[in-house]
């Protein structure tokens, strides 16, 4: 199945499962980070997202609990790659090895989720943009 086409089922189906919400928030956060992330960045977003939502404590935790799943699930169609890559610190000499995260179709994200109202909240309300 094509990316896109996924990625639109993805979205029919993020307001009765979970699994399918987590999914579409990670690809929320990806097209706000411009295609990539390591760990330490998608989580943060995750949460300003989950934020701006409106979601209460028990809406959150189950999504966290998805995260993982999700990112499979993504993995598996294509649609994100993930791997262990070292990642430099300015404020260490030392690096480490962390989890990162992109697109494989920047394209697919920005034309699915480029004008979603989450996306465009977070970059007003968060970013600053007008």
Request: charged share 35%.
């Amino acid at each position: 199945m094509e990316s896109t086409q996924f990625i639109r089922d993805l979205k029919e189906k993020e307001k009765t499962d979970i699994l399918y919400r987590a999914c579409c928030d990670i690809l929320r956060a990806l097209t706000i980070l411009h295609g990539s992330a390591w760990q330490s960045d998608l989580i943060p977003t995750l949460e300003e997202i989950w934020g701006l939502q409106d979601l209460t404590l028990d809406d959150v935790d189950n999504l966290r609990r998805k995260l993982d799943d999700a990112l499979k699930m993504l993995n598996e169609r294509g649609i994100v790659s993930s791997e262990k890559r070292v990642k430099a610190s300015l404020s260490s000499s030392r690096s480490r090895e962390e989890m990162f995260h992109y697109t494989r179709s920047f394209f697919a994200l920005i034309q699915e989720f480029g004008s979603d109202r989450y996306v465009m909240k977070y970059r007003k309300e968060i970013m600053g943009y007008r």
